[in-house]
Each structure stands twice: as C-alpha cells, then as structure tokens.
C-alpha cells in the first residue's frame, strides 16, 4: 500500500508490526527515485535515519541486495568507529546515506557531509528515536536538508509525539496502517506467548531447562540493565550453553562479533537490551525470553516481534517477579492480552516442560554430549577504528583475571641503612667519649653482655659527688649497624638516658642529669595524691525530687527596654497609613 504512494512522491507515515518489511517499502522508491549513480554526483541524494547501530548496518544490508542491480553506492556511518573510513566514502560519492543522528551531525559539523542536494527523508523507527532523546538532533537534521523534499516516517507504534512530528516537518502526508483485524482474527497468531510469574533466584535454573526444550533453534534473551546482559551470559555459559552478550558498554567491534557469531550459528543464544530489540534482523530466531519483564507495551511488541518473522512460527515467554506485577497488568490491558494473572511457576513445575516440550528430567545444565556449538570465541574481533574508551565483555571477573596474567615486575629494590646496604657488614669500633645512642643498634640476635674494664674503655675524668643511690653496673653494648630509631624508642629499650657519656657507663659516675633529678618513692607518689585530693573539693550533687524537674533552663537573654518586633500585617498597616502609599484607582 505505501509503494505507490512513495513512488508518486507523497509524504507517508507506515505503520506496521515489526518483520513486515517496513525497509523495502521506502528503500525501493528511495533506489527508483535516485537511478542509478553518476561519477560527476557525489552528494547523497536519500538519507535514512535510524536509532541504533545495529539497525543502521541492517538497513544498509537491504538496501544493497535491493539496489545490486543499479549499482547504488550505499554508505552507514555511525558512532563507535573510526572517522577516516567514512570520510574518505564520502569524497568518492555515495548516493544513499544510512546513519544514526549523532554521526551524521558530526560529519556536517566537520563539513565532510553536504545534505543540501537531499530529495527524499526517511525516519525509521521514530518512535524509539523520540524514547531515546534524539529529537533535538532530528529538528536539526530537518533544518539541514532542502524543505521540498519527500519525508516518510515508518514505526511499528504511532505515539503523539510521532502525531506532532508529522504535522510540523511533513506535507500532508498519508497515514499507511499495515492491519487486518478479521484476518488475523482468524488466523492463527505466528508467536505463542507464554507468561509466568517467577522468583528471581529461580529465573536462570528455568532458563537452563527452557533453552533445552524440543525444535529449538536461535534464541534471544532481553534483559533490562547492561549488568544483568552480563551477569546472565557469564551464567549461561558456565553452564554449557554458547551464549555472548549485546549492551551499550561494549565496542563496535565486540557488538559485531556478537552479532556475527549469532548469524552464522556459531553463537545460539544471545542476551541483548532493548537496545538490540530494534535492531537485530534473523530469520531463524525460534525463542525470545523477557528475562526482565519490559518496561511497556512498546518494548514488549518489539522484544517478541524479533521471532515470528517473514510467516514463521515462534514462541515469547516472560518472566514476571512478584514486584512486577502491577507494570505487567498495564501491558496486558494495553494489548488486550490474556495473561492478566501470569502463573506462578518454578523450575520444577510440571506446566513447564509440557508447555514448551522439554523432556522429563531436564536440569539446567547442558550435558556436554549436547555442547557442539563453536562459542563466542571462535568469531574474530574486527579492528573498527573504535573511537572512546576501551570497553571489556565480561565486566569485572575478566579485568582482575586479565589484572592477575600481567608480568611480574622486573625493577629490584635496593634497600639501605644509613646509606649502605643491608647486607654489607658494617666494621666500626667504639671509641672513648662516643654517646651511647649512636652505638645502639637492633641486632637479629641477643648480645651476650661482657665485664666492663678499665683497659678495654679509657674513663673520662669527671668530678663526682656523692649519690644516695647506687649505680647500675652496665655493659657497653657492640656497635653492629647504624641505629634507625628515635630517642624515645632507645631509651626505654637500652633503660639508659642519651646524654650519659661512654666514660660515665665506664666509671660508674653518674650523669648530670642523674645528680639533678631524685626519683621519688611509692610512698611519697601516694602521700601526693592523698593531700591532693583532701584538698580539693568535691563537686555538689544535684538530686532532683522528680525525674520531671527541670535542672537546667537556658538563660533568658530578653530585657524589659527590648521592644517586641511587629507582624507582617502591622507593616502592612503601617505602610498603607502613610502619605505616599496611597492607593491608586483604576485607569480611564
């Protein structure tokens, strides 16, 4: 129905269910509209706007087995990869751009793209461009491009805003709605739904056992955050299950491979966002598991239209938690659906391998007889360019493993005392008049002390006096390394005090420091302590009669001359009392 619209140059706004073939009804009056390409024409002459990357190299892919004929040079340019490629394309000629709305803005910016020769817009997938904030850059977009033009909007939904889009950039255009409500009425519907309502810790052991159910062939499982894509993968394939994850933290290249790795079977079930919903275009997709229930009945329409495509059969089956219930129940009245009340099951629940045909006695681990699929692996990662920060699959669990595989370091640490090395013996000797703390040392080993006398140590003469208390005899102790340690730290671990000479230890003579101070006795410390606390005096208790009495009150810091401060009404008052507040009456 939109062909002949599109040929005669009208402006379409296509309605239709995902896989109904939505490209070729703007891709082939784009082809017929351009003709064939000419070496003089290097400004494009179609552009088609699409959300995501994945969908931009599947509109690329139809449109050049469309256009094989013609010749048509077609080009894809989008985020993630590197700026050379495509510019150099364009210097060349392409006669049919295909990008996502940041790039191609960036290469106007950078003036390697030219949209004033464009005759003919296409917005593909508007309404998930709208959920994904590109509006403004489409407004932008429109302003770029001639106004006569041929603009076509094409969606599987039709919200207001797509309504207001259409009446402000489109010229009377016609709204095409792909529907056949007796039909399919009739018909037998092409995707057999299943919901059952789940607990999550239960979710990956029922997943284990549906993905091994009878007829089963390319599977995809959508997940709601990019943590859980990776979390479910990563359990998948620990149990035998060749999975790889899709996600917006990922690299071009890695969403590629994935992709790739999918396409040729190499990869059987793939865990993606609802980013990929749109974007993922496979004939032989038997499954899709809502693993996280969808956010609306959009993303629900979308997640199942990736199975049942192009007259196949194919089964949906959602997940829904407890907590879930009430965002279920809205979709479920939204599209006339009658999964109101979703059944509570659990991975052991006999409706569950009736229902989907898996053999009794299924776990949720795939024997390994039934492991034949190559893996992830196997599919090379293409070098894009890719521009931004490098991205890891597999999140944190790959990066400490990739942490623990790095060569151990090579650099050898040389460590010193005093500026020598450890391991050099140090050959010092001790000499009259030396203080004690230069010749203390930590030693591995006890040091045997020996007799001190007066032939090995040469005394210095000091005047004594008389002590009361006898001297320590003390044993000069060997001078092994150079000491590292703080003058408390000598102290209490030699007992001597670091102003007490060689020649004092030597003559057993006190230091002046030891004439001038008498350590007092445990009875006078005691006596001391008494007198001071007779003498102070004790502080009064404060009993109150009820614990309700208030002992402490704060100070009232008011006076009688402070003048209480007026309310808003008395300003109010005030200012109207006064000469040139008057009021005004109304003008003539």
């Not at 751009?97 to 593909?124: F, S």
């Not at 009150?553 to 200012?575: C, G, H, M, V, W």
């Amino acid at each position: 129905m939109a062909l002949p619209l599109a040929v005669n140059g009208h402006d379409v706004i296509g309605q239709a269910r995902t896989g109904t073939g939505k490209t070729y009804a703007f891709g082939i009056p784009m082809l017929q509209r351009i003709g064939k390409p000419r070496k003089n024409r290097k400004k494009p002459r179609g552009l088609v706007v699409v959300p995501t990357r994945e969908l931009a190299l599947q509109v690329t892919e139809d449109l050049i087995t469309a256009g094989g004929k013609l010749g048509s040079r077609v080009l894809s340019v989008y985020g993630g990869r590197a700026y050379e490629p495509q510019i150099e394309a364009l210097k060349l000629g392409v006669d049919v751009i295909v990008g996502t709305p940041g790039r191609l803005l960036d290469l106007v910016k950078q003036k390697h793209l030219d949209l004033t020769a464009i005759t003919m817009l296409v917005l593909d997938e508007a309404d998930r461009m709208l959920d994904l904030g590109f509006l403004p850059d489409i407004e932008r977009i429109f302003k770029l491009v001639p106004d006569t033009r041929q603009t076509m909007l094409f969606s599987a939904t039709l919200p207001g805003e797509i309504v207001t889009l259409s009446r402000r950039y489109l010229n009377r255009p016609t709204h095409v709605r792909a529907q056949n409500n007796d039909i399919e009425a009739e018909a037998t519907p092409q995707t057999t739904q299943f919901v059952w309502r789940v607990h999550r810790m239960d979710k990956i052991e029922i997943l284990g056992r549906l993905l091994q159910c009878d007829g089963r062939g390319l599977t995809m499982v959508f997940c709601e955050t990019k943590r859980a894509c990776d979390m479910v993968s990563e359990q998948l394939q620990e149990r035998g299950f060749a999975s790889a994850a899709v996600h917006g933290d990922l690299g071009q290249g890695q969403r590629e491979q994935a992709l790739r790795a999918f396409r040729n079977g190499k990869v059987d079930v793939l865990v993606a966002t609802d980013v990929a919903a749109r974007g993922i275009d496979v004939d032989d997709v038997t499954h899709v598991v809502n693993y996280d229930c969808p956010q609306d009945e959009k993303a629900y329409v979308h997640r199942i239209g990736r199975t049942g495509r192009a007259g196949r059969t194919g089964v949906a089956v959602t997940f829904v938690e407890w907590e879930d219930l009430t965002r279920w129940k809205v979709i479920n009245n939204s599209l006339d659906l009658a999964f109101a009340e979703p059944v509570e099951s659990y991975s052991t629940s006999p409706h569950i391998f009736t229902d989907l045909g898996i053999p009794e006695g299924t776990k949720g681990v795939l024997p390994h007889a039934k492991r034949s699929r190559a893996g992830l692996a196997a599919e090379e990662i293409e070098d894009l360019g890719e521009t931004g920060r490098t991205r890891t699959r597999g999140g944190r669990k790959e990066e400490t493993e990739r942490r623990r595989e790095r060569p151990a370091k090579t650099r050898q640490r040389r460590r010193t005392r005093g500026g020598r090395s450890a391991d050099e013996p140090v050959e010092a000797e001790l000499q009259p008049g030396d203080a004690v703390q230069e010749a203390v040392a930590v030693t591995p080993e006890p040091v045997t002390p020996e007799p001190v006398t007066h032939e090995s140590v040469a005394p210095e003469p000091v005047a004594a006096e008389p002590v009361a208390e006898p001297v320590v005899e003390r044993a000069p102790v060997e001078r092994s390394a150079p000491a590292a340690r703080t003058r408390a730290a000598r102290t209490r671990s030699t007992g001597l005090n670091p102003r007490v000479s060689l020649g004092d230890v030597a003559n057993d003579v006190p230091s002046r420091d030891d004439r001038t101070f008498t350590q007092p006795t445990f009875e006078e410390m005691d006596d001391e302590v008494d007198q001071r606390t007779q003498t102070r005096p004790e502080p009064e208790r404060i009993v109150p009669a009820s614990p309700f009495t208030v002992i402490f009150q704060s100070p009232d810091l008011a006076t009688d001359e402070d003048e209480i401060a007026p309310s808003a009404a008395t300003e109010r008052a005030q200012q109207r009392r006064r000469p040139g507040n008057r009021p005004r009456g109304p003008r003539r």
